[in-house]
């Protein structure tokens, strides 16, 4: 009987040590679509790299848990325990800093879905600044692919993002999305 439970025991073991190595294979995919300049965006805007820093900490604590008691020598796994959680602490702050919000494109004339990210620069000379809105066009579920970007020098940096934000836009002719008087080709 105590054979039985050890057995049992072994096989829940490994298959959390299973699915950790499952995530963490599907965070590997999401790294190289971001390198590959891909964005993953949640459906509510935001971008899937912030929201995986508390599955990224729990399926290394499951992965932990069980590898110690799967395991006769646990040096090796508290080892890659150790680097994986001080690569999760790392890249805390640069998460912070490259994360970006998404504005999801909604209208039931377009034929494809769409994102757009808008960032405001710095004009020479000016006392205002510029407006930039990058296009995002979905290819996969959460997974966008940049189309171009749009830049605006005008004076309406404020106008165009609180539009953005109240979802205060057209889509002219199903392919141009206009926010007050600029126009971005949704291409």
Known sequence: MKLKTKG??????????????????????????????????SPDGKEFIMGTL????????????????????TKIQLIIS??????????????LYIAQEYHIIEDRNLKDDYAVSYHTYKIIGEKYRGNSVQVYKKVFPFTYKPQSEYKDSTDQAGDIMMELYRKNYKIKDGNTLTIGDFEIPLK
Do not use: C, E, G, Q
């Not at 150790?82 to 998460?95: G, K, M, W």
């Open 82 to 95: 150790l680097v994986i959680f001080i690569v999760l602490v790392i890249s805390i702050l640069p998460r």
């Open 54 to 73: 508390i599955p990224d900490f729990f399926f290394l604590t499951i992965y932990w848990i069980a590898s110690f008691l799967y395991f006769r020598n």
């Open 8 to 41: 049992i025991k072994n096989n829940v073991y490994l298959f959390f040590i299973s699915l950790s190595v499952v995530y963490l294979t599907l965070r590997f995919v999401m790294l190289i679509l971001l390198s590959l300049k891909f964005a993953l965006i």
